[in-house]
């Protein structure tokens, strides 16, 4: 076992150096739309690596020292951190709010193009999108935003710290799935992951400041500690409001109640402040639900069937949610729950960009779900549609993407119900 263990080392630190040279070669030479082939096909022999680490390991829990994944999911990001964010420009938004939050200014109050917030912060407030609409990120976000102005981050800085969260999520991930080797091969899932690596390293998405305390929420409440439970998931959603649509998962649980009062009121006496002065919150998050759309299969199928707007806006949360009182009403497995409700909501939701499948990914486990590995790896084509801005200036998937992508996803579902029902029960 031990020299089994040790080829396997040998196995991870060659496929983690591979790795880490092509997500280097890319930073230097896929630098804009024009690359986006090149980066598509980048992203696919990076999914080669990472795939073979789990393939070599298919009959084992141990896949590699702890060390050795962690080395590669750090070092993988912090390659990308000094590259130009073409991809995504989000994170010029996070860091305009922290600045005009530093500043003593509501972020929620104005948008980017008030003459005001062009003044006091002029480079960022160029560089954000629609800045006409206020912004729509919650307060933890403001709060990380507003340190990280005091810190003087800039897009390299705020990187570097998304990067160390989605670290702390690695281990987090561990843990929940028990520690040990199988806790690991869980993490590895998680932080080698060829999306999460670019979306933190490269494009400083904040899916970690989510990620790790509902993370945390589900550990202990399993542990039994419903109160530190609930202010875990109130942080969640305080990154990420979807996390409170999940409380219901708890229902049949000892402690509920206690969880789900101190996880809605940490949430709102965080906002609170922020209304201040009548300040309507949730404006810009209202904007963004009301008229953004991409690569959502349910929604443009209802929608050219003429399916109203507002019920289509409205659907993923009632599915969720609905989908969440069931489960929890029947004591289902949380873990195993999660990722079904978030697979449903992103599926039927009107926006699906890429990073959002990473909502999916700390659910996983060391085996993950066909149908959610291949949905969360498919989703990364979705930058294509940089392809199309680059050549006709349209925010569009080009023609064929969308079907080859929801493609590989019924793949994966299909050979989830194949390995499903082809299975034979083990004897008692």
Do not use: C
């Amino acid at each position: 076992m031990v020299v089994l263990h040790q080829r396997r080392n040998n196995l991870a630190l060659v496929l983690g150096v591979s790795s880490v040279g092509l997500y280097a070669l890319m930073a230097l030479s896929v630098t804009g739309p024009a690359d986006t082939p090149e980066w598509l096909l980048g992203y696919s022999i990076a999914w080669g690596l990472y795939l073979s680490l789990f393939f070599a390991a298919r009959d084992d829990d141990w896949v590699a020292s702890p060390w050795v994944l962690v080395a590669w999911a750090l070092v993988a990001r912090l390659v990308l951190t000094p590259t130009q964010p073409w991809l995504s420009d989000d994170l010029y938004r996070y860091l305009l709010d922290g600045r005009v939050l530093a500043a003593g200014t509501n972020p929620f109050a104005l948008p980017p193009s008030d003459p005001s917030i062009q003044a006091l912060v002029p480079e960022l407030a160029r560089a954000v999108n629609h800045p006409e609409v206020p912004t729509i990120y919650p307060p933890l976000v403001q709060g990380v935003a507003w340190l990280a102005a005091l810190a003087d981050l800039g897009t390299v800085g705020w990187r570097i710290l998304m990067s160390v969260v989605d670290l702390g999520t690695m281990f987090a991930v561990s843990r929940l799935f028990g520690g040990g080797a199988s806790g690991w091969r869980a993490a590895a899932v998680y932080g080698l992951w060829p999306l999460a690596i670019w979306e933190a390293g490269a494009n400083g998405h904040l899916e970690p400041l989510a990620a790790l305390p509902l993370v945390l929420a589900v550990h202990l409440m399993e542990r039994g500690h419903p109160i530190r439970a609930g202010l875990a998931l109130g942080a969640a959603a305080l990154a990420k409001y979807y996390a409170l649509v999940l409380i219901p998962l708890w229902l049949v649980h000892r402690g509920f109640k206690r969880l789900a009062l101190t996880s809605v009121l940490v949430t709102a006496v965080a906002i609170w402040p922020f209304t201040w002065g009548g300040v309507d919150v949730f404006a810009g998050l209202r904007t963004y639900l009301e008229n953004w759309s991409f690569n959502s299969p349910v929604f443009g199928l209802l929608d050219g069937v003429g399916v109203p707007d507002l019920v289509l806006r409205l659907l993923p949360f009632v599915v969720v949610g609905i989908g969440a009182i069931i489960a929890g009403r029947r004591g289902e497995d949380v873990t195993r729950t999660i990722p079904m409700l978030l697979f449903a909501f992103l599926v039927i939701g009107p926006t699906l960009h890429p990073w959002y499948a990473l909502w999916l990914l700390p659910w996983l486990g060391g085996r993950p779900h066909p149908g959610h590995w291949s949905f969360v790896g498919a989703m990364g084509g979705a930058y294509a549609v940089w392809w199309s801005v680059h050549t006709t200036g349209e925010w569009r998937l080009p023609p064929g993407t969308a079907e080859v992508l929801w493609t590989i996803v019924a793949l994966g579902w299909l050979a989830s119900v194949w390995r499903e029902t082809g299975s034979t029960p083990e004897p008692v």
